[in-house]
């Protein structure tokens, strides 16, 4: 077998860190930070889903065929949304 | 089941064609689940753009939607969905470890967080209904916020129900396969050689914990500022 | 690499291994299944050869007369959707691929065999379920199915009809998920990336692009289906809502789409260029870099699709850009299969006529490419019979040129018969001219302005519609005779050897047609593809 194992008290920590950072979101988005409580709220859900990703879908340990996989759709997935948002934000600019 | 070894070799049950072994099986069961994963990453994305676009041009009325959402199902629920992540790793684990029969605890606790979830998901949608706050069923809302357009604020919740009726419609997709996978554990079918199935559901269902996670922001805390 | 064997009819082989209806419905072997696909998706595209049949008999006459407008809007939609979900795509990667792809990297069958299955039932469901959106009264959008007109306005079978395209989609979904974990993780020993035949590198990329593409155009159908039901939905202007981006939506997709249905075809042209003239690839890594480079691009460039629909000029120009860089990889494959020919032992058999011709057409398609992708061009261009031309001289001078010859090539190799020679060229010399005859005017009539999807025109226009009318009926009888000869070849044809054109390979290297589990021992690689220079051995035996 050539998995890895990963200890249990790392998943512990991973789902403390988890609802730590939930916790953290929500009370943040009563703070007036103007145009950055988008960004925090992003940057706080990229740093859980990364979590997610390496330990609980065990990424971190995984053959690199795996995470070239991952970063491909996350690469495509964000073309899709910066192409189209390209548009939208130049529409009004001068020609 | 044919197997795929030269002959005189005794070759396990759950070896299909066209493998050599359990390893190379499981490999590519492997691969084969977080391609399909990418898969669902797409569609979602397509909603994730959608829901882009309009929250960039139509902030205010977003922001004014967003705030009738409800703050505490919403948060509830993810910290559910991650206390359901944990229990599905550990039973994992615990298939990994050969330990065949203690996934099915495991994964009935998932089960009961997932149903928790979906539960708590059809109160809040009542809830919705009640407020006449669903597109198409008697829609109603109004404002005096400025910037504030009711159309667009129409547009926030067709998002919402759509993104989040079709997250609960994998979330349902996800139970029955942890049902599959709880049953077949109790069979003793999941051993320290074999048990590839198990951990490829449990893939699945922490995709499916990644999207909420993205959602709960982008739909419930778009700002909770007191005005 | 065996030496060219004897003709004898294998005693036991995939086919005659099981018989029965059952046998075949609930097979799990990838050759059956591609067989099926083949049956199919030949259905299809007679179906779909239908409707471009009474779409040119209603060009005739500038009145238009044949078909009522409204009539005249759900053929060429339907046509469109036939022909795009249910025949280009699956056609080479579904039929050929599935067949040949596991031969190829030396494994017994497929990855995921019932997922394989599963997609032809997908494709089945999806197939039946359009054509009865076609019975009950068809549907009038366009293949595009722009809102706000498919979501409100349309009286048409828009739904039934998207639900049957989202059937076809998964079905990719699956054969991409097949091919891509096969290629990756079943390949012989001995078998390196950098061994692996051409055909394996386009259909990888395919399958990269099936992946990643699809589930967009699944949800933007799927967004269009909630808001004709519930009558709301996220693209109504009423709303707020912006009908271009179901376009953004709709292009993510359907672009990349079009790599879908051409590098397969790429892919069959290297196998029968290498084969029919005796030589190894010229540039081996450059192909195959540009297949994948072909993907990546792909998805660079929808909005050139929109140029016209209100998208910012910025990002308009940045689409264009984007579309000329796209260009390159495809023009380095034709670069690549020309010094190939250069100087190789050229054999002019039907599989090669038809790589001469997808050569051709598929050039002079994607250089009128490059016209409509520069703004200024495209404004005067869009929606004319120009960008009807450009793409029908990709999907059918080209793919389906090559699905043809790549039904030649293999034809020996599924069925261990040879399909008779003569017919065989006088078919694809008929196709040829049928085509070229159909759709170069149109390249004349979106010059002189000719709008695309109209169902009556200007009377200048009349001569080059009743030309290109002239083509598509000879066209049809290029396409009808391969139907007729190939199945007649099944019974009567000449037996085949294993390897009939002295192919390097590997599909080759078992028997015409194969045992279910394709190769008696697992082989080995040890040479690169193509190596025809270390084997003066290997001959034509046809």
Request: with cysteine; proline share 5%.
């Amino acid at each position: 077998m050539t998995e890895h194992v990963v200890p249990k008290k790392i998943y512990i920590a991973v789902w403390a860190t988890l609802l730590l950072m939930t916790l953290v979101t929500t009370l943040v988005a009563f703070v007036d930070l103007g145009r950055f409580n988008t960004v925090v709220a992003l940057a706080i859900a990229t740093f859980k889903a990364s979590l997610v990703v390496l330990f609980f879908m065990g990424a971190k340990y995984a053959p690199r065929l795996t995470r070239v996989a991952i970063i491909c759709g996350i690469f495509f997935l964000a073309l899709l949304l910066a192409f189209s948002m390209v548009d939208y934000l130049s529409r009004l600019w001068p020609a | 089941m044919s197997h795929s070894t030269e002959a005189g070799a005794v070759t396990h049950p759950a070896l299909q064609t066209p493998y050599r072994d359990l390893d190379q099986q499981r490999e590519t069961a492997t691969l084969g689940m977080f391609v399909f994963l990418l898969t669902e990453l797409m569609m979602f994305g397509g909603l994730f753009c959608a829901y882009l676009v309009y929250r960039t041009l139509y902030f205010p009325s977003f922001l004014e939607a967003s705030r009738h959402m409800d703050l505490t199902i919403g948060a509830v629920n993810t910290a559910v969905l991650i206390c359901s992540s944990l229990t599905m790793a550990l039973g994992v684990q615990a298939a990994q470890q050969g330990r065949g029969k203690t996934v099915v605890p495991y994964m009935v606790v998932t089960l009961l967080f997932g149903c928790a979830f979906l539960g708590l998901k059809a109160v809040e949608y009542y809830h919705h209904w009640h407020a006449h706050e669903v597109p198409g069923f008697g829609f109603e809302f109004t404002s005096s916020v400025p910037g504030v357009d009711v159309g667009k604020v129409q547009l926030f919740f067709v998002l919402y129900f759509i993104m989040t009726g079709l997250h609960a419609l994998h979330m349902l997709i996800g139970i029955g396969l942890v049902t599959w996978i709880t049953i077949c554990a109790s069979k003793g079918r999941y051993t320290r050689a074999y048990h590839n199935p198990v951990e490829n559901v449990g893939l699945y269902w922490h995709f499916v914990d990644l999207v909420w996670i993205y959602l709960f922001p982008l739909l419930y805390l778009i700002s909770r500022m007191h005005l | 690499m065996s030496a060219p064997s004897v003709a004898v009819e294998p005693r036991e082989h995939y086919l005659n291994v099981d018989y029965g209806i059952r046998s075949w419905l609930l097979t799990t072997d990838h050759k059956r299944i591609g067989i099926l696909y083949m049956i199919s998706i030949t259905v299809m595209f007679f179906i779909g050869g239908f409707f471009a049949t009474l779409i040119r008999l209603n060009l005739m006459t500038p009145a238009g007369d044949l078909v009522s407008a409204d009539t005249y809007n759900k053929l060429f939609t339907m046509h469109g959707i036939v022909m795009v979900f249910f025949f280009l795509i699956p056609s080479v990667p579904a039929v050929i691929g599935n067949f040949v792809l596991p031969m190829m990297v030396g494994a017994r069958d497929m990855a995921f065999p019932k997922i394989n299955l599963l997609s032809w039932y997908m494709y089945v469901i999806g197939a039946a379920i359009t054509l009865y959106s076609i019975i009950v009264g068809g549907v009038d959008t366009g293949w595009t199915f722009y809102t706000p007109f498919s979501t409100t306005y349309s009286n048409t079978y828009v739904f039934s009809s998207i639900v049957g395209i989202l059937f076809a989609g998964f079905s990719s979904i699956f054969t991409g998920l097949n091919f891509i974990a096969t290629i990756h993780k079943l390949r012989a020993p001995g078998l390196t990336w950098r061994r692996m035949q051409l055909f394996l590198w386009s259909n990888y990329a395919t399958a990269v692009i099936m992946i990643l593409g699809t589930p967009v155009v699944a949800i933007a159908l799927i967004l269009v289906a909630v808001e004709r039901v519930w009558h709301i939905g996220i693209f109504n202007p009423a709303l707020g809502g912006d009908p271009v981006l179901f376009q953004h939506l709709f292009w993510f997709y359907s672009h990349p789409a079009v790599y879908v249905m051409v590098l397969p075809a790429m892919g069959v042209i290297s196998e029968l260029v290498t084969t029919f003239s005796r030589k190894r690839i010229f540039g081996y890594e450059f192909v195959a870099a540009a297949s994948i480079a072909i993907a990546v691009f792909g998805f660079l460039v929808w909005g050139h699709h929109m140029f016209v629909a209100g998208i910012s000029i910025y990002s308009a120009l940045l689409f264009s850009i984007m579309s000329y860089l796209v260009a390159i990889p495809s023009a380095v494959k034709v670069f690549n299969w020309t010094a190939t020919l250069y100087k190789g032992a050229i054999s002019y058999r039907t599989p090669m006529l038809y790589a001469f011709g997808f050569i051709g057409l598929f050039t002079m398609g994607g250089l009128t490419g490059l016209f409509v992708a520069a703004l200024g061009v495209d404004i005067h261009v869009t929606d004319t019979y120009f960008v009807v031309a450009h793409f029908h001289y990709i999907m059918v001078g080209g793919t389906v040129m090559a699905y043809l010859g790549a039904i030649h090539y293999w034809w020996p190799k599924m069925f261990g018969r040879m399909y008779p020679e003569g017919w065989a060229k006088l078919s694809a010399g008929i196709i040829f001219i049928g085509f070229n005859v159909t759709f170069f005017p149109q390249f004349l009539l979106g010059y002189l302005g000719m709008p695309r999807r109209y169902h009556a025109y200007a009377s200048e226009f009349q001569v080059l519609n009743v030309m290109s009318t002239a083509g598509a009926s000879i066209l049809a009888v290029g396409y009808l005779l391969p139907l007729i000869y190939l199945i007649w070849s099944l019974r009567y044809g000449e037996i085949a050897p294993a390897n009939p054109w002295g192919s390097t390979g590997l599909e080759w290297q078992t028997t015409s047609p194969p045992p279910t589990h394709n190769f008696e021992e697992t082989p080995t690689v040890t040479e690169e593809a193509y190596s025809y220079d270390k084997h003066p051995e290997m001959e034509f035996v046809a």
